[in-house]
């Protein structure tokens, strides 16, 4: 039997990050990551390297306001409390990263491939006159936004549908084909705010999703054409792309827990 002192617990951290300063979640050798900083975090708590495995993969810019991330670290240390292993990682991370909760899970459990759904949020701000406290927090439009428009074009989308007229060029995905379960395009104040939960995502699909949604707010495209463009599958006859400083992962779903559920537990 190991000694007790290197046996290891998996668990899974609830992870909020300003994506401004970062180059994306996924490490890299020449540019800063989330992930490389929360590795560094894990390195100094453990006293040795540890690995970390996310939900899914953000874009240099994008935020999050929960992404859940597993990793195995030692078990004494873990059981002694986790409310304190939480902040020992917080006291070692930049202001601009926070773990938000903890729990522990099966040695088996994977942040990626246990993932049954993902939920993103893209933030509008739409007034004629950009703001000063949002500016990496929102795309500016100022041009006023159709809303219910917009919801009637995003109904096209809820179901089982092949999203190549969403896909990005670089995509490295083996099919289109993912199933939206929610949409819904909602105001409040000078904010659009676009929510969407998938079982997956195609490269900057949520980003091409707006980009194309906003057309239809500006009455570029009717509701009924972006049908059509979704069942063109062809990603040439779509609108820009959105921004990423704009976009938000908010949630990842799994069997008996979802990230959110996490935030403030220990």
């Known amino acids: 039997m190991a000694d007790v002192g290197v046996e290891k617990q998996r668990i899974a951290m609830a992870i909020e990050f300003d994506g401004s300063a970062f180059h994306g979640w996924q490490q890299q050798d020449n540019a800063s990551s989330v992930q490389a900083e929360l590795q560094s975090a894990l390195l100094a708590v453990e006293g040795e390297a540890v690995a970390t495995v996310a939900a899914g993969r953000t874009d240099s810019g994008v935020h999050a306001e929960v992404i859940l991330v597993h990793a195995d670290v030692l078990s004494a240390r873990w059981q002694r409390s986790h409310l ?98 929610e949409l819904e395009v909602s105001r409040s104040g000078y904010t659009v705010s676009i929510e969407v939960t998938a079982d997956g995502f195609l490269y900057h699909m949520v980003r091409n999703l707006v980009g194309n949604l906003v057309e239809v707010g500006l009455g570029k495209q009717t509701p009924e054409q972006f049908r059509q463009l979704l069942a063109l599958q062809d990603r040439r006859r779509g609108a820009a792309t ?25």
């Open 84 to 181: 304190a292993y939480l902040h020992g990682l917080n006291s070692r991370l930049p202001e601009s990263i926070r773990v938000v909760g903890v729990r522990g899970v099966a040695s088996d459990f994977h942040a990626r491939f246990d993932c049954r759904g993902r939920a993103y949020r893209y933030q509008i701000w739409n007034r004629n006159t950009p703001s000063a406290l949002h500016r990496w927090r929102h795309w500016w439009m100022p041009r006023t936004l159709n809303i219910e428009v917009m919801q009637q074009a995003a109904v096209h989308c809820i179901g089982r549908h092949d999203f190549s007229s969403l896909r990005a060029s670089g995509c490295q995905a083996a099919h289109a084909i993912r199933r939206i379960s």
């Open 242 to 266: 959105a921004p990423a400083h704009g976009l938000y992962f908010i949630d990842a779903l799994y069997d008996d827990f979802s990230a959110s559920e996490l935030i403030g537990c220990s």
